[in-house]
């Protein structure tokens, strides 16, 4: 039988309020360099308007042979296995996660703020980001669907190191089982264009790195629009995967 | 008369492999024109739908449903939810379901004032330059 020691309890708890009143009272907690607003200031613009992934239409639009993962065979096996036609997650309004959310072909948003950087995607407003530039490590994150990502500076790129994608999420159309690491290189090439470097590893769907180089337009005079794919989805799959509609009249 | 570019929907519906959903119900290997009358309008999140009121051969009328972009890209490309008023005409060529249902993913349309909205026509005016690409990837011209 445990036996619990009461003034230990205490302790513990006056310890926790004296913590929290020197806190209050005391200094704020020292911040890295890059935390500041002065470095913000510094960053290259990606912030103004939005940006657009700049589509290769010569095959009407599919998808470049770039984008084609390199899958091992216990992928290719579960992709048979699927229905044809299957539906992925944004019919069922589920998260893309990582690194699907940079894939959709909606366009995409930054926001800078003092040590850190957002992004977002109109395609659903569940689509956001976090990178952190005030610390570099991931420190045991819980596992999300657009995962812990870290980035820095190298001159005007900059770079990003993302882990902790959870199982879930998607990686060529496959659950990822969790296994996702991604490093992003991200630059201006031109007063409106983005260029987008990504390298993906996951042992458990692939042969080796899946490296892609994507390209985005600025529409400066574009707005971000909340977009809530639950409001009115018709196109949700049937319970196999397989794509369907809903034609039922609301009016 | 105006001509409007569907260059957001595009992205909806070329098949891109994340696009918002596969468009695999819809045959993209034909397409049907009906003429009729806008019944109600859905500009909602994840896509537009459109439902005109068509006459039917058996003397009575079907309402076919009709999928298009989402709000926000039919706004970046001029076309706010003003446009489709309801109880007006419309011509409208559509990719019909595949399971024969009433329904389907538009493709082309003419509205009450003459307003050509060509979805196709709008990728390959996209694809030719409609945006000055610096050191980016080159546009199919």
């Known amino acids: ?251 | 008369m105006r001509n409007l570019m569907l260059t957001g929907t595009l992205l909806a519906l070329s098949g891109a492999a994340l696009a918002h959903h596969s468009f695999a119900m819809f045959d993209k290997t034909r397409t049907v024109n009906i003429d009729g009358v806008i019944k109600n309008v859905e500009w909602n999140n994840p896509h537009v739908w459109i439902w005109v009121t068509v006459p039917n051969q058996n003397g009575g009328s079907d309402d076919w449903g009709l999928e298009s972009g989402g709000p926000s890209q039919m706004n970046r490309m001029g076309l706010r939810r003003s446009v489709f008023k309801t109880g007006d005409k419309i011509s409208v060529e559509v990719y019909p379901m595949k399971d024969g249902r009433v329904g389907g993913q538009l493709s082309k349309a003419t509205l009450a004032d003459g307003t050509k909205i060509d979805v196709m026509k709008s990728v390959k005016a996209f694809a030719a330059g409609g945006q000055t690409v610096e050191g980016g990837e080159t546009p199919a011209q």
């Open chain 1, 1 to 251: 039988m445990h036996r619990i020691d009461r003034s230990a309890v205490w302790l513990a708890a006056a310890g926790i309020l004296a913590g929290g009143a020197t806190a209050q009272a005391g200094q704020a907690p020292a911040r890295p360099a890059s935390d500041s607003w002065s470095a913000v200031a510094k960053w290259p613009d990606f912030m103004t308007g939005m940006w657009a992934e700049n589509y290769s239409f010569s095959s009407g639009g599919a998808s470049p042979a770039s984008r084609q993962p390199p899958l091992n065979e216990a992928a290719k096996a579960l992709l048979a296995k699927r229905v044809k036609g299957a539906e992925g997650n944004g019919a069922r309004c589920l998260p893309l996660g990582m690194p699907g959310m940079m894939m959709p072909g909606y366009p995409m948003a930054f926001f800078f703020t003092r040590g850190s950087i957002f992004i977002m995607s109109d395609m659903d407003d569940l689509l956001v980001r976090r990178i952190f530039l005030n610390r570099s490590t991931h420190n045991d994150p819980d596992p999300s669907w657009n995962g812990d990502s870290v980035g820095h500076w190298e001159g005007g790129t900059l770079v990003i190191d993302t882990t902790a994608i959870n199982e879930q999420a998607p990686l060529a159309d496959l659950p990822s089982g969790g296994k996702t690491h991604i490093v992003e290189r991200i630059r201006l090439t031109g007063p409106n264009a983005l260029e987008w470097k990504l390298t993906v590893t996951n042992p458990d769907l692939l042969t080796g790195p899946w490296e892609m180089t994507k390209t985005y337009v600025r529409h400066a005079d574009w707005e971000l629009q909340q977009a809530s794919c639950a409001e009115g989805n018709r196109d949700a799959p049937a319970g196999n995967g397989a794509a369907q509609v809903d034609l039922t009249p609301r009016k």
